[in-house]
T-cell receptor, first 112, second 117 residues
């Protein structure tokens, strides 16, 4: 069974810092990997999706990379802002199925 | 586009009562997923449908849970009888599975927060 791990579980940084969130997965046979943002008491907002054939995707201040062979993905947030405070979830869709396997998330707090 | 719509947003019920959660996927999406989120276990898949047909229900915890998708624009998740351990946030997601130029990105609804007393 695919296991998805996110490190760190929680992170607090001052505004303006660049930061990296990590995601690892045990089975490299993936179809794609998706990063989500979840605000307290809210649903999930899709941030970036990387196909298995891709190495990275960028959207604004966000950059996600994928190293399928080593089972790792990173989400880079540039020039962090207090509005970036949320829980960030990594999810992997395996080749053999269609449902996403989620990590437990990284809770990010950006302080002014 | 209104996105994935779920109702109710919050549900408080007593143990033993029947609970029905509802989901309307994004128009044109032919795959629908039900997930459950708890502090202990995180987000887990319960069941998913493709073209209204259940494909994988191995995540449904037990016979008390059932899900239907009578048409492309509506799905229900029913718990009968409900128990306190069913308390969680239930999310519905949809995707245009298999469509040309689709990356199968999943779009989530706002969730239903269920509390069983």
């Amino acid at each position: 069974k695919q296991e998805v791990t996110q490190i760190p579980a929680a992170l607090s940084v001052p505004e303006g810092e660049n930061l990296v969130l990590n995601c690892s997965f045990t089975d490299s046979a993936i179809y794609n990997l998706q990063w989500f943002r979840q605000d307290p008491g809210k649903g999930l907002t899709s941030l970036l999706l990387i196909q298995s054939s891709q190495r990275e995707q960028t959207s604004g201040r966000l950059n996600a990379s994928l190293d399928k062979s080593s089972g790792r993905s990173t989400l880079y947030i540039a020039a962090s802002q207090p509005g970036d405070s949320a829980t960030y979830l990594c999810a992997v869709r395996p080749n053999s199925g269609y449902a996403l396997n989620f990590g437990k998330g990284t809770s990010l707090l950006v302080t002014p | 586009d209104a996105g994935v719509i779920q109702s109710p947003r919050h549900e408080v019920t007593e143990m033993g009562q029947e609970v029905t959660l509802r989901c309307k996927p994004i128009s044109g999406h032919n795959s629908l997923f039900w997930y459950r989120q708890t502090m202990m276990r995180g987000l887990e898949l319960l069941i998913y449908f493709n073209n209204n047909v259940p494909i994988d229900d191995s995540g449904m915890p037990e016979d008390r849970f059932s899900a239907k998708m009578p048409n492309a624009s509506f799905s229900t998740l029913k718990i009968q009888p409900s128990e306190p351990r069913d308390s969680a946030v239930y999310f519905c997601a949809s995707t245009p599975w298999g469509r040309l130029n689709s990356y199968n990105e999943q779009f989530f609804g706002p969730g239903t927060r269920l509390t069983v007393l």
